[in-house]
């Protein structure tokens, strides 16, 4: 269970850093280029 509660405090401090939010954001940007194209 241990590993469990690491994987937990590994992304609750990844979301904390503001590393996630700017994942999903490049994710988004590449989506909207994506569309962009003919």
Do not use: H, K, N, Q
Not at 6 to 29: K, N, Q
């Amino acid at each position: 269970m241990s590993d469990l509660s690491g994987d937990s405090e590994t992304t609750f401090a990844m979301v904390r850093s503001g590393i996630l939010p700017f994942e999903i954001a490049r994710y988004s940007v590449l989506c909207a280029l994506t569309l962009r194209l003919p």
